[in-house]
């Protein structure tokens, strides 16, 4: 074997490695999951400045100390006895109950989630969770939901089924196992991200649901088998929900509580947000009124409007046949701009109504509709053109 050829299979013994977590890297970020007050950001920044979680534990102090935000004290609590013991156990309980686990940088982590500053470094599963090429949102809100909002929440689901989205929300009281039992219902995959380790399940009113819920999707969480119930750990929870998902909604919110948590943080990450909007005085509506009356989300009052925002395309699961017999049921202005964009191409909202001499807030539901039919789709920057 020559020097180049050993480079290469050196590399690809790295690789394979890498992405197939030795158990050694994984008692590794155990452990620094296990150091007081070192976050996954500040996990990260170690093994980006070191090259390896096994190279963090490794390192000599005081080149630790060198790294910006790395104190003496979590130096000094990266060697705690403890914390190989306790990433032993874990270890033993990953493996008894056939876990699922994945590191920040494994190609199969959660794409969306991975692109968030502060994803988990380890991120455990339960079920039968396939996420790759999937439309992902994420539906929360209040624990003492209405009947307008399960039934709004039910009939929001049933209208995108078509599109088969992945439906994320927390597994709690209200809207969350509304949620969850209509995604079931409607044989969409359903996530319930935990506040808590996988070997418990709160609450315990929705024991009878597990199974289902594995049977269709699954569980996420980030926390260890050894983490007791705190009701400070569903903050933590709410940023993996608001990471999963191209867009969160919220369904019934007070103007405080942890769906408005879960919406600023997905604000934060850049992500879409929508609220349903409620009465001025309705204690369940004032959260997401806020929300709204902020700009920090979309009105939402019915799956159309986010098939429009997410720029979802019904068309992936409307066979030909389909599309063709709805051309000839366009009327009116569906015929004027369909004829427009068929001769000129991708064009703009504001020239369409121009050009068509169209008042654009009619430019804008007529092609709303034409979307929904199929025959017309929107593309980044306001433009349209025709299927």
């Not at 996990?43 to 910006?68: C, F, H, M, Q, T």
């Not at 909007?277 to 009052?301: E, F, V, W, Y």
Request: glycine residues 6%.
């Amino acid at each position: 074997m020559n020097l180049l050829t050993g480079l290469y299979f050196f590399r690809f013994l790295q690789q394979y490695t890498y992405y197939d977590m030795t158990v050694d890297r994984l008692i590794a970020l155990l452990r620094l999951q296990r150091v007081a007050n070192l976050g996954d950001s500040s996990i990260k920044k170690l093994i980006r400045e070191v090259g390896s979680a096994e190279g963090v534990l490794a390192e000599n102090p005081k080149n630790l100390l060198k790294i910006d935000g790395i104190g003496i004290a979590k130096v000094k609590d990266l060697h705690n006895p403890d914390h190989e013991k306790d990433a032993r156990h874990e270890l033993r309980f990953i493996e008894d109950n056939n876990i699922s686990y994945w590191a920040y940088d494994h190609p199969d982590y959660p794409e969306k989630l991975k692109h968030c500053i502060d994803s988990p470094i380890l991120l455990f599963g339960s079920g039968n969770i396939a996420l790759h090429h999937k439309k992902i949102i994420s539906i929360v809100g209040t624990r003492k939901i209405t009947n307008y909002g399960v039934r709004f929440c039910e009939e929001l689901i049933e209208a995108l089924v078509p599109v088969d989205p992945v439906i994320i929300s927390g597994f709690a009281y209200g809207v969350d196992i509304t949620a969850q039992r209509a995604a079931v219902k409607h044989g969409l995959q359903t996530i319930g991200c935990l506040a808590h380790g996988l070997n418990q399940i709160y609450p315990k009113a929705h024991k009878k649901y597990v199974a289902q819920i594995k049977e269709n999707g699954g569980f996420f969480t980030d926390f260890w088998s050894t983490d007791t119930f705190d009701r400070k750990n569903f903050l933590a929870r709410n940023r993996i929900i608001a990471g999963l998902s191209e867009a969160t909604i919220v369904i019934e919110s007070a103007d405080k509580g942890g769906s408005l948590v879960t919406a600023d943080i997905a604000h934060s990450y850049h992500r879409e947000v929508f609220a349903v909007p409620g009465r001025a005085h309705d204690p369940l509506s004032k959260g997401c009124n806020m929300l709204i009356k902020t700009q920090k989300a979309h009105m939402l009052t019915d799956a159309a409007d986010v098939m429009y925002m997410l720029n979802w395309d019904l068309q992936e699961k409307q066979p030909a046949t389909v599309q063709k017999k709805l051309f000839v049921e366009l009327q009116g202005d569906e015929k004027t701009i369909y004829n427009f964009l068929q001769q000129n191409g991708k064009e703009l909202l504001d020239v369409i109504a121009l050009q068509c001499q169209i008042p654009t807030f009619k430019v804008a539901s007529t092609l709303l509709a034409m979307e929904l039919k199929g025959v017309v789709k929107p593309l980044p920057g306001k433009l349209f053109e025709v299927v």
